[in-house]
């Protein structure tokens, strides 16, 4: 069964710190990962990918990528109040080019 | 540098009316995704499509849902005989060539059936 889960929160973090966000996958065939932020009625919009094992940096987010571990996390630094959405981790898995979502983790930046 | 398009933004249809839902992908991109956001769930993929092509509709339902992505013009996701169960957001999404999974979405189509 290939799946992603997350934690679906909410969680909330005050203006300014680290918010740490955490993804687990069920298969190890698993090949591309990525972050989506989607803002309520809106649609998801990709903040970073990451293919390989380590951490990978843009601007204040750093996507960590452990496949040994099967997890996939991203750390948004100085957290905003305009970074509270619901963010959603994807999987692609083996040969197959869609992708496969968690089920989002609602972030709350508190001025 | 326009990105994926869809239209209709919000559509409304009546039980057993015919729903057609368009995507036009970002300039460059020939690889077309369809995922559906049922209310407070997550996103959940339908069907890959190339120019002419049905890559993988594996995650189509079987009866009254069908896609096509023709050499000229939008992909269309065609939902007949809509239902109420049918209500939700459908999001496209496109990709450029086959070197790369990264897919980028379209604003989506809010799908109401009465």
């Known amino acids: 069964q290939k799946e992603v889960e997350q934690n679906s929160g909410p969680l909330s973090v005050p203006e300014g710190a680290i918010a740490s966000l955490n993804c687990t996958y069920s298969?190890?065939?698993?090949?591309?990962f990525f972050w989506y932020r989607q803002y309520s009625g809106k649609s998801p919009e990709l903040i970073m990918f990451?293919?390989?094992?380590g951490d990978k940096e843009d601007g204040r987010f750093t996507a960590q990528l452990n496949k040994a571990s099967q997890y996939v996390s991203l750390l948004i630094r100085d957290s905003q109040p305009s970074d509270s959405a619901t963010y959603l981790c994807?999987?692609?898995?083996?040969?197959?080019?869609?992708?496969?979502f968690g089920s989002g983790t609602q972030l709350t930046v508190l001025p | 540098n326009a990105g994926v398009m869809q239209n209709p933004r919000h559509l409304v249809r009546r039980r057993g009316q015919e729903a057609r839902l368009r995507c036009s992908p970002m300039?460059?991109?020939?690889?077309v995704y369809w995922y559906r956001q049922l209310p407070e769930e997550g996103l959940k993929f339908m069907v890959y499509?190339?120019?002419?092509?049905?890559?993988?509709e594996s995650g189509m339902p079987k009866e009254r849902f069908s896609a096509e992505f023709p050499k000229e013009g939008p992909s269309i996701l065609r939902i007949q005989q809509v239902v109420r169960g049918d209500s939700a957001a459908y999001f496209c999404?496109?990709?450029?060539?086959?070197?790369?999974?990264?897919?980028?979405f379209g604003p989506g189509t809010r799908l109401t059936v009465l």
């Open positions: 300039k460059g991109h020939s690889h």
């Open positions: 994807a999987v692609t898995f083996g040969s197959a080019r869609q992708l496969t």
């Open positions: 499509l190339q120019k002419e092509n049905i890559i993988d």
């Open positions: 999404a496109s990709s450029p060539a086959a070197h790369t999974d990264t897919q980028y």
């Open positions: 298969d190890r065939g698993s090949q591309s």
């Open positions: 990451i293919y390989s094992n």
